[in-house]
C-alpha cells in the first residue's frame, strides 16, 4: 500500500472524500423527497436545510478531533450522558407519555443522542485496553457498561433508541472476537429471554405493534393502518415509480408520518423499485467505506469503533426500511440521512465525522 | 506488517481477526440489504398490480349524483310542484378534531338551541364519521351569509346546496300531488328488494303519497355518478371524471289548478270532496279533498306538534275524494231507472201512483218519501227530476239485490276506479254474500229497498259516483279515470292513460236518452231539485241531486236538521254534467253534513261549472 506523503487538502481537514460524496449525495437526494413529502412545504424544507447544514457542521467539528483526544474524552462522555440519563428518570420532562427529555433552559434535550456515541466509544475503548479477543470478564464488564444505559432508555420508554444502543455496542463486542460460541449460546439463551420480555417486559402498545405487523390487515382502520398504507405506497410504486411529487398515497396524505419515519414509503411509490435500489446502493457502499476504513485503522480502539458505528447505521436503515415495508414491527426510527427530523441528523453526523476521523487520522496516513 | 513493540498483544493477529469479523459484518449486511431488496421486488413487481388497486381504490371515490326529480305541470303548463335549491349546514365529523366546541361556537352564530346541538352529537357517534350530516337544514339568506362569512373558524363545516320539493299551491293540490319526504328505512328495505336500491344512492326523498308515490319511479329519474379523487379524509381533490344523472320524467296533469282553486275556495268551511272529470277521455279537471294541510310541512321533516294537529276529528289526511265513503243517495237513481227499464220493470210510459211511503205487501213498515205527501202520478222522467223515492223503492224490490249489485258494479262501483293514486277505498256495493260474511245474517228483502234510493248498506265514494255518471253522460262508452296526462323527457312526449275500457252496452240503446233526458229536465224544469242551483248558467247543465241521511229516521217521525247533531245531519250530493247535448264536463260534489243535496251541493257545482265554461267558452252555435 503506497500513500503519498504529501496530504491532500481534504486530508488536511480530514474529510474522507468518498464517503462525504456518499453523504452529500443522500442529502440531496433527502431535500428532494421531504419536498414531496412535506406536500411542497418551503418552509419545512428550509428548516430541513438548515438542521442538515448544522449537521455538517457537526461532522466537520467532530472529523477534526483526533482519536487520541477521543478517547481521552471517552469516560467524562459517557459519565456525563449516564446521569444525564439518571436526571432525566427523576427530573425529565414527559412529552407524548414518554419521559425522554431534559430542559436546558433554551431547548429540550434528549441526552438518549449522547449515549448513541458514548456507548460504543466507552466499550471500543474498554474492549480495546484489554487484548482481542475479550477475556471472559472482560465481555462482562463491556456487557454491563451496554446494558446500564439501554436499561435506562428503555424505560423511558424508547424501546427503538435502547435497541439501537444496545446493538452499537454488541458491535464492539462482535468486532472485538466475541467467540461464535458465545454467540451462538446467547442466540440460544434469547428464546426464552424473548419469551419472558413478551410477557414481562413489553407495554401493552408494543405488544399491539408486534401483533399487527404479523397481520396488519386484522386492524385496517386502527393500528394495522400505518403499515398497510405504506405497503400500498410502496407496491403502488411499481418498478418506475408514480414520479416526484405524483405519489397518491404521500400527496393525499393516505401515508402517516411521510416526512419522518414512513419516507422511505414515499421514495418507493414516487421512484419505484429503481429508486429503492439506488438508495439500498448508496447505503451499502456508505456502509463498505465505513468498514474498510475501519479496517485500515491505526488501532484497536478506532477499528472497533469505526465498525461499531458503521454496523449501527446499518442496523437503523434495516430497522426503518424493515418497519415500513412490513418486515419488522413499528418502532419509531427514522430513515437515516433521508427524514426529516432534528438531533437524530446531527448524532448521527457526528459518528461520520469521528469516522472520517479515524480515515484521516495522521498516523494511518503516515503508516506505509 | 511486522510490530516491533515488545508487548504480550499481537496486535497483527488481532487486526486480521478484525478484518475478519468486518468482512462477516459486510457479508451480513449485503444479505439483509438483499432481503430488503427481494422485499421491495415482491411488493413492487409481483405484488404490483394488488397494490395499485388498493391505492386507487384509497383516493378514487365514486360519488352517486341524485338526478333530479321531475316537475310536475297542470292541464295548462302551470307549475305545480318544483325542486328549489335550499341551503343546508352540514358537517363531516371526521374533519373536525373538537366538534361539540366547534358545533357550539356554530351554534351560536345561527341559533341552534343546545338540544338540537345534543341530538346531533348523539347521532353522529352512531354513524359514518366520513359522511355529510346535515346539522341545520333550509337556513335563510341571512345565515347562509353569516356563516360564509366566518366560514375560515370552521374547518369540515360546509353550506351544502340540495334541491328539495316544493309546492308552490300548498294545501290546493295534497290530495291529488300528495308529497315527498326523507326516505325511511321500510322503503330503503322495498327499494332493495326491488334491486332499486342503487337508484337512490343519492336520493333524500321519495314520494310518499298521491302522484309523487305512483309515479315515484317516473319521476325519479337514474342516478348519476362522479369519480373523484380524495384524500385521507375524505376531501374531494378534484374530479376525475362525471357519468350524469338521468332527471325524472316531467307530468302534466289533467287537472285545471283554476278549477282546483275554485273547488277549494267553494268548499272552504266544510268537509267535503269534488271531482271534475272530462267525459271525453276520464282525465280528472279537479280534485279536492276538503280540509286539506300543506304538504311542504312534510318535505323537511313535520314537527311532532304540527302532526298531531292534523289528527284532529276532521280528518285532513283522508283524501275524501277516493276514501271517503258516503251512500249515494239519489245520485245514482238514474241507473237504477235504466235497470228498471232494461229489466222490463218499467217502461217509458209507465206511471205509478205516490202515496208518499212504500209498502211490501203483507208488511207493516212503511218506506218514505223524502216528500211526505207523495209526488202523485210519477213516471220515469219525474222520479228523476224530483227524485222520488217510491218509485224507485218499487223498482228495487222488483229487481232484488243481485241484480242490482251486478248492474251497479258494471258502473264501478264495490270496485277501485283505478285512478292514478293509491289512496283510493273500493267503498261497498253490497251483495247477499257481503252480508252474510260481514253481519253472519241473511239478506232481507227490506235491505234492497234502502238500496233502491243508493242508501241501507251502499257506501261509494266520490270518485265512483263521478265515474258512475261519466259512463252514463258517454252512454255506456268508459273510460280509465286519471290525472296525468303526459310525461315529458327533454322533448320527449309519452301520452299515458288513453285506456278505453269494454263499455256497457244495454239490450236498449235507447234507455241511457231517458236517463239523461231526465237528468236535463233536473235542471230545466221549475220542478226539477236542481233548477234553481242553475237558473241563468249560460251553458246547458244537466244533473242529478243527492241527499244522503246519516241516521235513520223513526218511523212516523219529521227529519229536523236543527235538532240534530251537526255530524247526524244529511250529506249533500250533486252530480252533474254540461253542455246537455255534447258533455265537456261531468262535476261532483259531496258535502258532509250540511243538509240537501239541491240547496248545498248544486250550487258549489255551479260555481265549478261557470268558472269551467268561462275558461274554456263554447264555441258559438254549439251551445
Not at chain 1, 420480555?197 to 401483533?211: C, E, I, L, N, S
Not at chain 2, 384509497?58 to 305545480?80: C, F, T
Not at chain 2, 374533519?95 to 346531533?120: H, P, R
Not at chain 2, 233548477?531 to 244533473?543: L, M, S, T
Request: hydrophobic share 45%; aromatic share 10%; glycine share 8%.
Amino acid at each position: 500500500m503506497v500513500l503519498s506523503r504529501k496530504r491532500t487538502i481534504w486530508q488536511k481537514i480530514h474529510i474522507d472524500v468518498p464517503l462525504m460524496l456518499a453523504l452529500l449525495c443522500m442529502m440531496c437526494g433527502s431535500l428532494a423527497i421531504v419536498y414531496s413529502a412535506s406536500g411542497q412545504n418551503m418552509d419545512m424544507m428550509l428548516r430541513h436545510g438548515v438542521r442538515m447544514g448544522g449537521a455538517v457542521i457537526a461532522l466537520l467539528v467532530f472529523a477534526q478531533i483526533p482519536p487520541i483526544t477521543l478517547k481521552r474524552l471517552v469516560i467524562p462522555l459517557y459519565l456525563v450522558g449516564l446521569s444525564m440519563l439518571v436526571a432525566v428518570f427523576f427530573l425529565g420532562i414527559t412529552i407524548n407519555g414518554a419521559k425522554r427529555w431534559l430542559n436546558l433552559g433554551v431547548t429540550n434535550f434528549q441526552p438518549s443522542e449522547v449515549m448513541k456515541l458514548a456507548v460504543p466509544m466507552m466499550v471500543a475503548w474498554y474492549i480495546s485496553q484489554h487484548r482481542m479477543p475479550p477475556k471472559l470478564l472482560n465481555l462482562f464488564i463491556g456487557f454491563v457498561l451496554i446494558c446500564v444505559p439501554t436499561f435506562l432508555i428503555k424505560e423511558q420508554p424508547d424501546l427503538g433508541t435502547s435497541l439501537l444502543i444496545a446493538s452499537s455496542g454488541l458491535f464492539v463486542l462482535f468486532l472485538a472476537g466475541l467467540s461464535w460460541r458465545l454467540i451462538g449460546g446467547a442466540i440460544l439463551l434469547m428464546i426464552p429471554a424473548v419469551y419472558a420480555f413478551w410477557h414481562f417486559g413489553m407495554r401493552a402498545y408494543q405488544k399491539q405493534r408486534v401483533m399487527t405487523l404479523l397481520d396488519p390487515e386484522s386492524d385496517p382502520l386502527g393500528a394495522g393502518y400505518h403499515i398497510i398504507q405504506s405497503k400500498i405506497a410502496i407496491g403502488s410504486g411499481g418498478i418506475e415509480g408514480k414520479g416526484w411529487l405524483q405519489g397518491t398515497q404521500s400527496q393525499l396524505e393516505f401515508l402517516p408520518e411521510r416526512h419522518t419515519d414512513f419516507i422511505f414509503s414515499v421514495l418507493s411509490e414516487e421512484f419505484g423499485l429503481i429508486g429503492v435500489v439506488l438508495l439500498l446502493s448508496v447505503y451499502l457502499f456508505i456502509i463498505g467505506r465505513g468498514l474498510l476504513i475501519a479496517v485500515r485503522a491505526q488501532d484497536a480502539f478506532s477499528k472497533l469503533l469505526a465498525g461499531a458505528l458503521t454496523l449501527t447505521f446499518f442496523v437503523y436503515v434495516f430497522v426503518n426500511i424493515g418497519m415500513v415495508s412490513g418486515l419488522l414491527p413499528v418502532v419509531g426510527v427514522p430513515l437515516p440521512l433521508i427524514s426529516y427530523g432534528g438531533t437524530s441528523m446531527v448524532t448521527l453526523m457526528a459518528g461520520f465525522g469521528i469516522i472520517m476521523s479515524i480515515a484521516t487520522d495522521k498516523r494511518m496516513l503516515l503508516k506505509s | 506488517m511486522i510490530n516491533k513493540r515488545p508487548t504480550i498483544r499481537d496486535h497483527s493477529a488481532e487486526a486480521n481477526l478484525f478484518a475478519r469479523r468486518a468482512f462477516v459484518g459486510f457479508v451480513f449486511v449485503t444479505i439483509l440489504i438483499g432481503v430488503l431488496l427481494s422485499n421491495a421486488y415482491k411488493l413492487q413487481v409481483k405484488e404490483h398490480d394488488t397494490y395499485k388497486t388498493r391505492s386507487n381504490d384509497n383516493r378514487i371515490k365514486v360519488i352517486p349524483v341524485a338526478p333530479n326529480r321531475g316537475l310536475i305541470y297542470d292541464r295548462n303548463g302551470v307549475l305545480l310542484a318544483e325542486n328549489r335549491p335550499v341551503y343546508n349546514l352540514e358537517v363531516i365529523p371526521e374533519q373536525v378534531d373538537d366538534i361539540a366546541k366547534q358545533l357550539a361556537e356554530v351554534g351560536a352564530l345561527l341559533n341552534i338551541s343546545v338540544e338540537d346541538q345534543e341530538n346531533f352529537l348523539k347521532n353522529i357517534r352512531r354513524k359514518q364519521r366520513f359522511k355529510s350530516r346535515v346539522i341545520k337544514a333550509r337556513l335563510n339568506e341571512q345565515e347562509v351569509a353569516l356563516f360564509s362569512v366566518n366560514q375560515h373558524k370552521f374547518p369540515g363545516f360546509n353550506i351544502e346546496a340540495r334541491l328539495a320539493r316544493y309546492y308552490p299551491y300548498g294545501e290546493t293540490l295534497t290530495h291529488a300531488l300528495g308529497y315527498v319526504a326523507k326516505l325511511n328505512k321500510k322503503e330503503l328495505t322495498s327499494l332493495e328488494l326491488a334491486g332499486e336500491a342503487k337508484n337512490y344512492r343519492a336520493t333524500h326523498d321519495i314520494g310518499k303519497l298521491g302522484i309523487e308515490k305512483f309515479y315515484e319511479k317516473e319521476l325519479h329519474g337514474i342516478v348519476g355518478s362522479q369519480r373523484v379523487e380524495v384524500n385521507n379524509r375524505g376531501r374531494v381533490i378534484r374530479t376525475l371524471s362525471v357519468d350524469a344523472p338521468t332527471p325524472g320524467q316531467d307530468l302534466v296533469l289533467t287537472l285545471d289548478i283554476g278549477l282546483q282553486q275554485v273547488a277549494k275556495k267553494a268548499l272552504e268551511g266544510m268537509r267535503g270532496a269534488i271531482v271534475v272529470m272530462d267525459p271525453k277521455d276520464g282525465g280528472i279537471l279537479a280534485l279536492y279533498s276538503n280540509p286539506s294541510y300543506d304538504p311542504n310541512l312534510f318535505v323537511h321533516g313535520i314537527s311532532g306538534k304540527n302532526y298531531r294537529a292534523l289528527l284532529n276529528p276532521d280528518r285532513p289526511l283522508i283524501n275524501r275524494t277516493t276514501q271517503g265513503r258516503y251512500a249515494p243517495a239519489s245520485t245514482v237513481k238514474p241507473h237504477l231507472a235504466i235497470l228498471g227499464l232494461e229489466e222490463g220493470i218499467i217502461t217509458e210510459q209507465t206511471r205509478m201512483w205516490d202515496p208518499g211511503f212504500f209498502q211490501i205487501p203483507n208488511v207493516d213498515h212503511r218506506w218514505r218519501d223524502w216528500q211526505r205527501w207523495g209526488h202523485g202520478h210519477v213516471d220515469v222522467y219525474k222520479a228523476i227530476e224530483e227524485s222520488c223515492d217510491t218509485f224507485y223503492y218499487d223498482i228495487a224490490y222488483k229487481t232484488g239485490i243481485t241484480k242490482i249489485s251486478n248492474f251497479m258494479n258494471k258502473f264501478g262501483f264495490g270496485d277501485l276506479s283505478g285512478i292514478d293514486i293509491h289512496e283510493e277505498t273500493t267503498a261497498i256495493l253490497p251483495t247477499v254474500a257481503w252480508k252474510k260474511e260481514r253481519f253472519k245474517e241473511n239478506w232481507w228483502p227490506g235491505d234492497t229497498i234502502s238500496v233502491g234510493i243508493g242508501q241501507g248498506y251502499w257506501t261509494a265514494t266520490p270518485m265512483q259516483i263521478a265515474n258512475a255518471v261519466t259512463i252514463m253522460v258517454n252512454k255506456g262508452e268508459h273510460y280509465q279515470p286519471h290525472l296525468v296526462q303526459v310525461q315529458k323527457q327533454f322533448d320527449e312526449i309519452t301520452p299515458m292513460y288513453t285506456e278505453e275500457r269494454p263499455p256497457i252496452v244495454l239490450k236498449n240503446h235507447d234507455h241511457w236518452r231517458i236517463a239523461l233526458e231526465a237528468m236535463h229536465n233536473t235542471v230545466k224544469k221549475v220542478t226539477g231539485t236542481a233548477h234553481k242551483a242553475f237558473k241563468g248558467a249560460n251553458y246547458d247543465p244537466a244533473g242529478k241531486t243527492g241527499t244522503a241521511q246519516i241516521v235513520s229516521i223513526a218511523q212516523g217521525e219529521k227529519y229536523d236538521a236543527e235538532k240534530l247533531d251537526e255530524r247526524h245531519r244529511d250529506n249533500a250530493i250533486y252530480t252533474g254534467f254540461a253542455p246537455y247535448d255534447d258533455p265537456r264536463v261531468v262535476v261532483t260534489v259531496v258535502v258532509e253534513n250540511q243538509g240537501g243535496g239541491s240547496k248545498i251541493a248544486a250550487p258549489i257545482a255551479r260555481q265549478l261549472m261557470d268558472y269551467y265554461f268561462t275558461a274554456n267558452p263554447l264555441q258559438k252555435g254549439k251551445n
